[in-house]
């Protein structure tokens, strides 16, 4: 089962524009962890969130919690074309080191 | 080494032969963790390590599925009898220890391809 459904499944900018992916999960988290992906291979660590955070900022990015909504945004500013990827939320829940990954959003930054 | 590196980065195997997946993670790191993701899915989670022994192997999909990590450092994944559905894209992650705020570096992944 998935923790994590990231919307939308898929998004396309102009470059310079802003990104915004948003995270839905379904149980109790000790944190979330948000990664990209180039061609359907190795997994670039983000940022991780914990549960008692409401926002993180790492660089063009910003993400956000909300625990009382089970949801979660990643905020890229300023897209470039190699932000072009796919990004993913993952949450550890209670008890638990697995990660629980949703299934992704697509993003397509045009030159 | 500077990150999780994973061996080899293709297999091609027929249906019904024995694999085995290697990974080797970042130095220090005594949590080990073990995905696979298919097409147009995230990944999901096998089995993770804390040193030497399988501390969650709930997520292995049955019995032909088995990890090793002897010596609490590289980690082997050997699937026999492989099928069809084995293919898949197989990563490891590996962290500094098991606590819930720790972060999963991954690695690049291997493609595996049951013909």
């Known amino acids: 089962s998935q923790q994590g459904e990231e919307d939308p499944q898929a998004l396309s900018i102009q470059e310079g524009e802003n990104a915004t992916m948003n995270c839905s999960y379904k149980?109790?988290?000790?944190?979330l962890q948000w990664y990209r992906q180039n061609s359907g291979r190795g997994l670039v660590h983000l940022i991780l969130?914990?549960?008692?955070?409401r926002e993180k900022h790492s660089g063009r990015l910003r993400v956000t919690l909300d625990t009382s909504k089970k949801s979660s945004s990643l905020l890229i500013t300023a897209s470039r074309a190699a932000d072009t990827a796919s990004y993913f939320c993952a949450g550890s829940g209670a008890g638990s080191y697995q990660l629980t990954f949703g299934k992704g959003t697509k993003l397509s930054v045009i030159p | 080494g500077a990150g999780v590196s994973q061996t080899p980065s293709n297999k091609v195997t027929e249906k019904g032969k024995y694999v085995e997946l290697r990974c080797d993670p970042i130095s220090g790191h005594t949590a080990l963790y073990w995905y696979r993701q298919s097409l147009g899915q995230g990944p999901e989670f096998l089995i993770y390590f804390q040193g030497t022994g399988a501390a969650d192997d709930s997520g292995l999909p049955n019995d032909r599925f088995f990890a090793v990590r002897p010596e609490g450092s590289v980690s082997t994944l050997k699937i026999q009898r492989t099928e069809r559905g084995d293919s898949a894209v197989y990563l490891c992650?590996?962290?500094?220890?098991?606590?819930?705020?720790?972060?999963?570096?991954f690695g690049p992944g291997t493609r595996l391809t049951v013909l």
């Open positions: 969130i914990r549960s008692n955070e």
């Open positions: 992650a590996s962290s500094r220890g098991l606590a819930v705020y720790n972060e999963q570096f």
């Open positions: 149980t109790s988290i000790n944190n």
